[in-house]
Structures are given as structure tokens and as C-alpha cells.
């Protein structure tokens, strides 16, 4: 009987953004549960058995405070601390260049922080299904689409609405091809999938996945974790 292999994962944490709304405090190293926040995204990856490899995408600024939090043997699996681009997809691209020999890439936002093993096993399991999957919580509030002078032009079914988060996890022969044929701005991975026609599956995430963007995120971001400390 031969033996199957086991594919590898691996993981691409975006941290290259400017924090531009979070005042003078960049938000990759604010605190959070006693240490940068950062190392709160990170940490379910390396903790996780199924994530091989850990690329951390920053800006160019905090490289060298970044390599320094995730060197040591409790971080053996983050491989690579790599500059990002102008664009977030540039530093996806970035990022998805120093995964080796992996044959699962799981994109997540290091803006994060309370991303958890179970919610990347489980997009990792969803994505074996059509090669492509993202975390994404159904829509409550109704939401109006208008046209350029702020007129409702429709309401869509809020039914089939969902609010896209991270991680976002793909064949690696997929993202590849998608970010080799990327020519417009996007806002997340699987919006480039799509334009290549791939099916993208979406699992349930998680309303405790929030993305800190000011100050008031981070706020809230310490109430859950002290409520859901991991």
C-alpha cells in the first residue's frame, strides 16, 4: 500500500499596512492581552498542526522590531519576515513567494488578532472542496446599494449577503495564478479567484474575528480576548 503524502500549508500574515487611522500607535505593535498584537495573530499558526510554514509580511519601517518578536524556538515555524508591497495584494505576492513546497496557502489579515486554530483547520477543510475558501460571517444589518449621487438604487436579499473576513485559504496553484494575472486593485485574495472563474466556498467565520483598524477596535479586540483568552 503506498502511503499518501501529506500536503503542507502554509501561512501568509499581512502586517504591511500603515495604521493610518490608529493615530501615532502602529497597530501591529499595539498591545494586546500584555503583548504586541501581532504575536497574537501568529500564534494560533504556529500552534496549529496542520500550518507548515509562516511568512510575515511588514512594512519597512518595523522589520527589524518584527524579526526580533517572532525569532526562537516558540516560533519555529515563521520561516521568513518579508517586506510588503505598495498595494496589499503586492504584499500578499510578497508573501506567497517564500512558501516552499507548500501545497496550501492560508492568507489572513495581521489585523486579526483573534483568529483560532479551530477557524483555520476549518477553512483549510472548506477549501479542499473547490480548491478555494474564505471565513465570512452572514450580514444582520440591510444593507443599500446606491448610485454615484447617494440615491438607493437597490436593497439586495440579506439572505445572501455575508461580511468576508480571514483566512482565506487556497490550492497554491490557484492564488498563484491569480496574483500572476492580478491587474486591478482588490481588497482581498479570493476577489482575484474569482475573476479566473474559480468556485470560492465559503465557511462560517467567526463575529470575535474582528480586524483592528482604530483605536476602538483595539478596545473591543481586549474585551474578547480577556472574555475568550486563549
Given at each position: 500500500?503506498v ?15 500603515k495604521?493610518?487611522?490608529m ?16 504575536l497574537g495573530?501568529?500564534r494560533?499558526f504556529?500552534?496549529s498542526?496542520?500550518i507548515?510554514?509562516?511568512v ?21 515555524k ?9 498595494r ?12 516552499a513546497?507548500?501545497?496550501w496557502?492560508v492568507?489572513h489579515d ?12 476549518r477553512?483549510?477543510e472548506?477549501?479542499?472542496?473547490t ?31 455575508w ?17 500572476q494575472?492580478?491587474d486591478?486593485?482588490v481588497t482581498?485574495?479570493a ?15 467567526s463575529?470575535n474575528?474582528?480586524k ?7 478596545a473591543?479586540?481586549?474585551?474578547l ?6
Amino acid at each position: 500500500m503506498v502511503e499518501r503524502k501529506k500536503e503542507k500549508a502554509g501561512a501568509v500574515i499581512v502586517a504591511a499596512g500603515k495604521s493610518e487611522r490608529m493615530g501615532d500607535v502602529n497597530k501591529m505593535f499595539a498591545s494586546l492581552g500584555g503583548e504586541p498584537l501581532l504575536l497574537g495573530t501568529t500564534r494560533p499558526f504556529q500552534q496549529s498542526p496542520l500550518i507548515d510554514q509562516v511568512v510575515v509580511v511588514v512594512s519597512g519601517e518595523r522589520e527589524i522590531q518584527c524579526r526580533h518578536l517572532v525569532t526562537g524556538p516558540q516560533w519555529s515555524k515563521v520561516s521568513d519576515v518579508c517586506l510588503g508591497g505598495r498595494r496589499r495584494q503586492d504584499s500578499v505576492a510578497e508573501g506567497l513567494k517564500r512558501l516552499a513546497n507548500c501545497d496550501w496557502a492560508v492568507i489572513h489579515d495581521g489585523a486579526r488578532p483573534l483568529v483560532t486554530v479551530e477557524l483555520i483547520e476549518r477553512g483549510l477543510e472548506a477549501a479542499k472542496e473547490t480548491g478555494a475558501a474564505v471565513a465570512a460571517v452572514p450580514v444582520t444589518d440591510t444593507i443599500k446599494v446606491s448610485d454615484e449621487d447617494g440615491n438607493v438604487r437597490e436593497t439586495p436579499p440579506r439572505q445572501n449577503l455575508w461580511a468576508v473576513q480571514t483566512p482565506q485559504v487556497f490550492s497554491i496553484k490557484i492564488i498563484r495564478d491569480a496574483y500572476q494575472n492580478a491587474d486591478e486593485d482588490v481588497t482581498d485574495s479570493a476577489s482575484l479567484v474569482e475573476r479566473l472563474g474559480y468556485r470560492v466556498k465559503i465557511f462560517m467565520g467567526s463575529d470575535n474575528n474582528i480586524k483592528v483598524t482604530t483605536p476602538a477596535d483595539l478596545a473591543l479586540a481586549e474585551i474578547l480576548w480577556r472574555k475568550y483568552e486563549r
